[in-house]
């Protein structure tokens, strides 16, 4: 999403069964099933609507989407022969930030969200405002189960950047399915559309906005 972004932020969600990072990617998965979540999906830290092709790992560019939410999480274990070089290149230069965003990306494309929270939060020591990482930090904490978390990640981002798209996506689908404010995710959304008018998924962010308006008649 990201590159249901995020971005970047979970106990109050239990993680997916399967799922933005720091690349013009989209995290293109028709509502998928989180923690409840019955509608939309998260955008990764750069999006670039409708790409679904698979590319580069690289900080703040390139394209390359997340796999689909319901696909089967790998293992740290398992990604030793892709991370080998990678980490190899670590040791070479441990403050590589393309390095540290590509062994991030590696992890949470294939949903080992321990390990790519590690590596986006070595990268941001080095890149703090970097909105992409930022972003894709947030999602995989979300991802991991931890929702407050990925909305202080969003809002870190957001205060960066404050009308970043995905972002705001993002921080909608947290806000709504994991600490269950559908007046928080309506603004965030409200905020995205009035702030980019020519946003590409309005349609899909208009429904988002009537089923939380629904969500909120429907409290207690």
Known sequence: MAKQKPSVNRPPAPPPAGVWTSREAYLL?????LCGLAAGYLFRGSASPGNALAGTDIPSGGKAPAPEAASQPASKESLRPLATPLLKALELDPKSLNT????????????????????????????PNDVNVRTDLGTAYWYSGFAEKAVEEYQKALAIQEHYPQTLFNLGIVKLEGLKDPEGAIAAWQKLLEKNP???EKER???LIEQAKQRKKARP
């Open 198 to 200: 020519q946003y590409p």
């Open 29 to 33: 998965a028709a509502i998928c099933l």
């Open 205 to 207: 962010v208009l429904g």
């Open 100 to 127: 540290l965003v590509q062994l991030g990306n590696l992890y949470y494309d294939h949903q080992v969200y321990p390990e790519a929270i590690r590596y986006y939060q070595r990268a941001l020591e080095i890149r």
